[in-house]
């Protein structure tokens, strides 16, 4: 029985997995994430509902999370690529629709060379934050989310 709802939401150029830098990024789409839950979670994969949502733009992400909020959804997995980085936006609007939401990262934005990716504006409004291990990243972080909402 499913007894959670999550949402997997992706920001801009996370469109293209597998294809984009794949020496950064990996060769995997996601595509793979359903399967490797299975994987790692085991029989708890049947009590989870997973949606997708993949956008390029600001807007339509917080769009999104608040019909998440609307939807009652329980939990969500934020990839928000560049915006993590500049988007007082989406902090703002994980500020109050109050899903538990864990941030996650294919890479390790904090071993990479640009400053600029070590800053998070919507760590401060997330559980914690999952970054490196490629999809396996995804996975981790929707185990979290279970374990967090099973208390
Ligand atoms: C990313 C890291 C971000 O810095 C970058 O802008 C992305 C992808 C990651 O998953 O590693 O688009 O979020």
């Given amino acids: 029985m499913q007894n959670y709802t999550f949402l997997i939401l992706n920001g801009p150029n996370l469109g293209r997995l597998g294809q984009r830098q794949p020496e950064i990024y990996g060769h995997q789409d996601l595509s793979r994430l359903k399967p490797l839950i299975h994987d790692v979670l085991g ?25 998440a909020r609307d939807e009652a959804v329980h939990g969500m997995v934020l990839n928000a690529g560049a915006y993590t980085h500049t988007s007082l936006a989406i902090a703002d609007c994980l500020a109050w629709i109050q899903i538990p939401c864990v941030e996650v990262h294919l890479s390790n934005v904090w071993a990479r060379n640009e400053k600029l990716r070590h800053q998070s504006l919507i760590a401060g409004h997330c ?18 989310l279970l374990r967090h909402l099973q208390g």
Wanted: proline fraction near 0%; charged fraction near 20%.
């Fill in 43 to 67: 029989a708890a994969s049947d009590e989870i509902e997973l949606l997708f949502y993949q956008s390029n733009s600001e807007g339509a992400i917080i769009d999104r999370l608040e019909r």
């Fill in 127 to 144: 559980l914690g934050v999952v970054a490196g291990f490629g999809i396996l990243s995804y996975v981790l972080a929707v185990q979290a």
